[in-house]
């Protein structure tokens, strides 16, 4: 087992009806907040009504600022940091997905910070210093609601970068499965890929492997294949709440701090050049970086055959023991509703350079490394093994 530093501060409440204890939860902390959503869905589903509701119950006084896109930009998160410095706030409250939590981070800790918010995803700036925020989450699939990450788009080029430090956490998550149940099935669907590919990360990786986080990661990975697609085609409370709290602690560390990320990386780029889905994305990514990388340890990928996907074990042919379990995992996403090609997907095949170029212009010069670094030629084959 390697040597790790785990903190998980963030408050959860977990079940029906949890989201009106928002006001509740945030007087404890302060009386003030900036109330951060989306493009709607929230008053769609009544949420809106809820959450405002207790706030006022509570006596907190609230600012609204809605209009988060799925793909979060950097100019929302400035108007954002505006707001609370002009009108003193020093509490965000998110409700919505992983797009909403995190530029709520993003303005969190833009608000102390004197300089121009991006220098902390260019690298320019560390930080050190945040304002609380609280979630209510709606989409199963990030864990930034539990995660010290924040992942956002400067439109200016458009890179999306990502971040993560423990000052990110949220102070709590509300999680309530019924909040999901409106989710389009492509969402849902693409909640679940994005869910896998968090344990994805963490489960390949070069360094001394832990018994124990195996099994936890296999075990999650098994609860996403038989609650998965009941989650997205059928929904109700026991699969989408299986699926809600393994999105939690599929990307908060529990499982593994160390991971490569190439296939979150190489999708980053996707999403970012054709506005596309994260989880989306990652359905392509994921089963062209297998085919990519699977040599480099194949009994890795033997044992993710047999112990995931039930595969028998080849041991005359090791290398078709590991290949049918990327296929395996391919059929899937595919029956999941989620396209692994970029020609399903409705996507040109004339970006692949640029968006290589664009993945290394990260002052590394290469993606991934915790299972094997990509550098631009590696990122072009995988493009090209998802065409
Ligand atoms: O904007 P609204 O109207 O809310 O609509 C959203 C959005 O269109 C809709 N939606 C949300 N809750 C709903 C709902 N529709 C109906 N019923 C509900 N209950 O769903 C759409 C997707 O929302 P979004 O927040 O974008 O989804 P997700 O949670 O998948 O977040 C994706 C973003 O998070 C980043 C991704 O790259 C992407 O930018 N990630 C963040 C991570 C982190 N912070 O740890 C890790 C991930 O790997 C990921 O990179
Ligand atoms: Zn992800």
Known sequence: MYDFTFSMPTEVHFGKGKENLVGQLIKEKTDKVLFLYGSGSIKKIGVYEKIINSLRDSGIQFTELGGVKSNPRLELV???IEICRKESINFILAVGGGSVIDTAKTIAIGVPYEGDVWDFYSGKAKIEKTIPVGAVLTVP??????????????ETGMYKRGLKSDVLKPVFAILNP???????????????????AHVWERYFIKSEHSELLDRLCEGVFKTLITEGPSAVYERGYKSTGEIMWASSIAHNDILGIMGDFGS???????????????????????????????????????????????????????????LEGIKRMESFIHELGIPTTFKNANLPTDGFEKMAERAIDNGLGYVGGGFKKLYKEDIVNIYKLAE
Request: net charge negative; charged share 20%.
């Open 78 to 80: 400035n108007e954002g």
């Open 178 to 196: 019924e909040l999901t149940y409106s989710l389009p099935k492509y969402y849902m669907a693409a909640s679940v890929v994005d869910i896998f």
């Open 141 to 154: 699939a990030t864990a930034s609601e539990t995660n010290g990450c924040a992942v956002l788009t400067n």
């Open 264 to 322: 979150h990386r190489t999708g980053h780029e996707i999403s970012a050049e054709y506005d596309l889905s994260h989880g989306g994305s990652l359905g392509i990514t994921m089963c062209a970086w297998a085919k990519h990388v699977y040599k480099e340890d194949i009994n890795r990928f033997c044992r993710f055959a047999v112990n995931v996907w039930d595969v028998t074990y080849d041991s005359d042919n090791p290398e078709k023991t590991a």
